[in-house]
């Protein structure tokens, strides 16, 4: 059984950096699309960033610049760095994994917090 533990979350000042890790176990983890989503209150789950077991990453519109996406596929976990964190940036942060048979999996969520 697929299980995906994330941490790292907490409270940030604008400006400021955090780092989000996940843990996968259950399943071979370099074979699959490992990625970060958020969903802030009163909106919809949004693709913050994901990278293929290549190491190829696609980021939304608005971290580019400011968050990494990583994998260690010996340890597999996935890990997003997120620097010049912003008041938008608040929400709960999902890890997510995509399964060649297109059957995603969860984590239950870290929650960061950008406030001054």
């Known amino acids: 059984q697929v299980q995906l533990v994330e941490s790292g979350g907490g409270l940030v000042q604008p400006g400021g950096s955090l780092r989000l890790s996940c843990s996968a176990s259950g399943r071979i983890f370099s074979i699959y699309v490992m990625g970060w989503y958020r969903q802030a209150p009163g909106k919809q789950r949004e693709l913050v960033a994901n990278i293929r077991s290549g190491g190829s990453a696609n980021y939304a519109d608005s971290v580019k610049g400011r968050f990494t996406i990583s994998r260690d596929n010996a340890k597999n976990t996935v890990n997003l760095q997120m620097n010049n964190l912003k008041p938008e940036d608040t929400a709960v942060y999902y890890c997510?994994?995509?399964?060649?048979?297109?059957?995603?999996?969860w984590g239950k969520g870290t929650l960061v917090t950008v406030s001054s």
């Open positions: 997510n994994e995509l399964q060649p048979s297109g059957v995603n999996y």
